[in-house]
């Protein structure tokens, strides 16, 4: 019988290996978390979990499934690699047993947003949204259709025959300096989207994308701007053009979303759609009326004439200079957690430019505080997201803006950037 391992039993690992056990593979299943009694009696009985330590057990295997939680310093990974054992992550074995049109969105941010704006616009067509964004590749295996896959640089640095028929690079900045070896190994994942694409695929990338000079994509390369003509997609006063192979199209449509990079994200969306075969009168009112997602700059109300975004999402400085650039109005910005090995002196300019304040909280506040410390920049320290929102408020007036935009990693606190939305919403749901 054959054998595979997979390291790391959440919802990824959890999909991969009842997958693996229908297609006749003996699974053994490594997680460094130690599990309930109750939640170990739920498994399949064929099933061996190895619990508190990720041992060379692993290397008995003939096929090793490793979830993108598992960074690439893991020394377990080391010793995958010395034995030359394939190791692959959950999206390649659901890839393989799939069939149908990929349209994969990767990108330092966004992606979440465009593969489920996507989704929505053509949901009710046999299609189906998959990946980083919540719902395991493999839970679909045998199926056919449209697949709409979020994949991160973590997923993409394993994948071995994964090809999208269209692969969408949103951005790409410094992120996740904590999993990755090294930045380039960050950039060479995010670009390993398109490294089994054909002539007849298409990669989109935004107009600011520089590929190295040893990448050479075989898909058709299309990129969106603003408002430079371009091979792809562009703005033109409240039109999106479409120029490809020599033919204009317009398509007059409504943003929904708040943001300069919102609409970023909605040509990316109209151009995989135009790809698709879509037209205009099919997909407008879909995509006219998509609301976004939670914790994504997401507007909860005001009090006193003071607007509040949450946008717990943002777990980079990235995402932060872009919630910030997206705001007219003066801002109090809060902004902390757990810091990814990423430098924040790149925001210092626009802090002093658009903020009235900063309240720094969570584990990496004073790392934080020495990367943007400046005598023009009010920065204040809070022990906790209801206190740094308490404190927010104390300083602004009517027409100012608090914007939650952390910038961080939530684990020093809370289980997942959307328990920490949460519990901001709550902060300010009860002043």
């Not at 039993?9 to 490594?30: D, P, T």
């Not at 002539?199 to 058709?220: A, C, G, Q, Y």
């Not at 192979?245 to 151009?271: C, D, Q, T, Y």
Request: glycine share 8%; charged share 30%.
């Amino acid at each position: 019988m054959k054998r595979a391992g997979i390291i790391g039993l959440g919802r990824a690992g959890f999909s991969s290996a009842y997958l693996l056990e229908k297609l006749g593979y003996k699974v053994f299943i490594s997680d460094k978390k130690l599990f309930s009694e109750s939640f170990k009696k739920t498994l399949s009985k064929n099933f061996f979990l190895e619990e508190g330590i990720n041992s060379e057990k692993i290397l008995m295997n003939d096929l090793v499934i490793v979830s993108p939680g598992v960074s690439e310093k893991e020394r377990i990974i080391s010793r995958i690699r010395e034995k030359s054992i394939p190791f692959i992550d959950e999206i390649e074995l659901g890839y393989r047993f799939i069939e149908g049109k990929i349209i994969a969105v990767t990108g330092t941010n966004g992606k979440s947003t465009v593969a489920k704006w996507i989704y929505e616009c053509i949901k009710g067509e046999n299609a189906f949204l998959a990946g980083n964004i919540g719902i395991p590749l493999t839970e679909f295996a045998f199926r056919k259709g449209v697949f709409v896959v979020e994949v991160s640089s973590f997923q993409l640095k394993r994948i071995r025959f994964f090809r999208p028929y269209i692969g969408i690079i949103l951005n790409i900045d410094r992120d996740h300096m904590d999993w990755h070896t090294s930045f380039k190994d960050y950039l060479y994942s995010k670009l390993n989207i398109f490294k089994n694409q054909k002539k007849t695929d298409f990669l989109i990338l935004d107009e600011d994308i520089v590929l190295p000079e040893d990448v050479k994509p075989k898909s058709k390369i299309l990129n969106v701007s603003f408002n430079k003509e371009v091979e792809g997609v562009f703005l033109r006063g409240k039109k999106a053009i479409f120029k490809i192979n020599g033919n204009i199209e317009e398509w007059e449509v409504s943003f929904p979303l708040k943001g300069k990079f919102n609409i970023k994200n909605a040509l990316f969306v109209l151009l995989s759609l135009k790809i698709l075969g879509k037209s205009i009168k099919e997909i407008k009112g879909k995509f006219e009326t998509f609301r976004g997602l939670p914790h994504r700059l997401e507007y909860l109300g005001e009090k006193e004439g003071v607007e509040v975004y949450n946008d717990s999402k943002s777990t980079n400085p990235h995402s932060v200079k872009s919630a910030i650039e997206s705001i007219e109005k003066p801002i109090i910005l809060i902004m902390g957690g757990l810091n990814k090995d990423l430098s924040f002196k790149t925001l210092k300019e626009i802090l002093k430019q658009k903020c009235k304040k900063v309240v720094l909280f969570g584990k990496s506040q004073n790392e934080i505080l020495k990367d943007i410390e400046d005598r023009d920049l009010n920065i204040e320290m809070a022990k906790s997201v209801k206190e740094a929102l308490e404190r927010a408020f104390k300083i602004a007036k009517k027409g100012d803006v608090i914007l939650f935009s952390p910038g961080c990693a939530s684990f020093d606190m809370y289980k997942d950037y959307a328990e920490r939305g949460e519990d901001f919403k709550n902060a300010f749901n009860e002043l």
